[in-house]
């Protein structure tokens, strides 16, 4: 199974194709809608987010509210661009010399401008200096068409009793890097309603925090950096449960579920650290604190904790799955950074265009939906089906194993 997304940020339309789908997956256009309006989510967050609302289009792959097993189809409109809001469409323009057209030579730093614009020749003529291509392609609105692509694999899983859940646990200095400070909270909401009720949960909060007071404290700290001209990074936690003992394999590096997961954060713009587990904290703390017993209850297999995040040997363990992953901050400041003119290599600061302060609560969101594809990719390795019918029967037997 696998994606692709295409276009730009203020081109016409986001595309996207999912391959690979078993034919008989309940999905409908709400489905993804629900993930994209949960990507606008979060306090702080300003131009597009305002303005912009996403609504998928199906074109093809799906028929009676059911995937066909054909390709599935799917199309994002940019606002922006169909209001003709700032000349998009002659900035985008497929045809034509783009006479007349301001080009963007300030390339910003922390962003893919510079050494975009040098690998793809915007930095010179006959196609530069314009860092516009880079800027439209390497911008995190590419995550609305992959938040609509992975929400498809995602209705198989829930449709398999597998939840994608996260929320955010640190915000620039405010929140805790220890997971006992929130394990409790969120275990507990696991232990409710799985991975969902935690989402839904940190869906109330408006920077996606479990807890009033830690939201409050974030949402003071991002009015301070507003104010101060600054932006902020922070940590997020995707837990999924649900999922089945044996996922990935210790057999082959690249099909480790736990290095499939960071890569799936990894693959994500602007994050920049993932942990797995205890992730950092195992590595000062001794084994006796680290490893989970095993247990045995009737034809069960158990573990007494979780540090290892669900994954030991490169294979899921029954347990839920527990990733955390680490955002820079916006790169796009309203104090300027120093640049230099692609066109007069002259010293400059960078040029302010209406940004948010932390996009880390949308981030999160994201995160889910990239989590979820690699552990959807990872359950059709081990049981296939061309038919959800077929994957169902192999999952469930499986389960009544005792797995
Ligand atoms: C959900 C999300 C929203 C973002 N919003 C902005 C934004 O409003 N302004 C900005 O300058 N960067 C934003 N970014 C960050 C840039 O996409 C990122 O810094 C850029 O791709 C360079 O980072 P990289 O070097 O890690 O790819 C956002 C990233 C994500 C994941």
New binding site residues.
């Given amino acids: 199974m696998r994606y692709l997304t295409a276009g730009e940020s203020h081109g016409e339309a986001l595309v996207g194709i999912v391959e690979g789908m078993p034919a008989g997956v309940p999905v409908t256009p709400a489905d993804i809608d629900e993930h994209l309006s949960r990507?606008w989510l979060g306090y702080g967050r300003g131009?597009r987010a305002k303005v912009e609302r996403d609504q998928v289009r199906v074109l093809g792959g799906i028929r009676f509210s059911h995937t066909m097993g054909s390709p599935v189809a799917l199309l994002l409109p940019n606002a922006a661009y169909e209001k003709d809001r700032a000349g998009w469409p002659e900035t985008m323009a497929v045809m034509g010399d783009g006479d007349g057209v301001e080009r963007v030579t300030l390339p910003?730093p922390?962003?893919?401008d510079l050494v975009g614009a040098q690998k793809y020749g915007f930095d010179r003529p006959p196609h530069g200096p314009d860092v516009r291509p880079v800027i439209d392609r390497?911008?995190?609105r590419e995550?609305a068409m992959r938040v609509a692509c992975c929400s498809v694999a995602r209705q198989m899983l829930r449709a398999l009793g597998i939840e994608v859940g996260s929320h955010v646990v640190r915000l620039g200095e405010v929140g805790l890097d220890d997971p006992a400070g929130w394990a409790e909270d969120r275990d507990a909401l696991l232990a409710e309603g799985g991975a969902r009720a935690l989402y839904e949960k940190a869906d109330q909060s408006e920077v996606r925090m479990l807890g009033d007071a830690l939201s409050e404290r974030a949402i003071e700290h991002i009015k301070a950096a507003k104010k101060a001209g600054d932006t902020l990074g922070g940590v997020y936690e995707v837990v999924a449960t649900g999922v089945p003992v044996g996922l990935g394999s210790y057999a082959q590096g690249d099909r480790r579920l736990d290095g499939r997961l960071a890569q799936a954060i990894l693959s994500?713009?602007?994050?920049?650290a993932v942990e797995v587990g205890d992730g950092w904290l195992a590595g000062r703390r001794p084994g006796s604190e680290v490893h989970d017993p095993i247990t045995r209850d009737g034809d069960r297999w158990g573990r007494e904790s979780n540090h290892a995040g669900g994954v030991e040997g490169g294979i899921s363990n029954g347990q839920p799955l527990v990733v955390r992953g680490t955002?820079?901050p916006?790169?796009?400041l309203i104090k300027p950074l120093g640049t230099a003119d692609l066109a007069t290599g002259e010293a400059q600061p960078t040029r302010y265009e209406r940004?948010?302060v932390t996009?880390v609560p949308?981030?999160s969101t994201?995160a889910e939906a990239t989590v979820a594809w690699e552990i959807a990719v990872a359950l059709l390795e081990r049981y296939g089906g061309d038919t959800f019918g077929a994957l169902r029967e192999r999952v469930e037997a499986d389960r009544e194993r005792g797995f």
């Fill in positions: 990507r131009g910003r922390g962003h893919a390497s911008s995190a995550t994500i713009q602007a994050q920049k955002m820079k916006i790169p796009t940004s948010d996009s949308a981030a994201v």
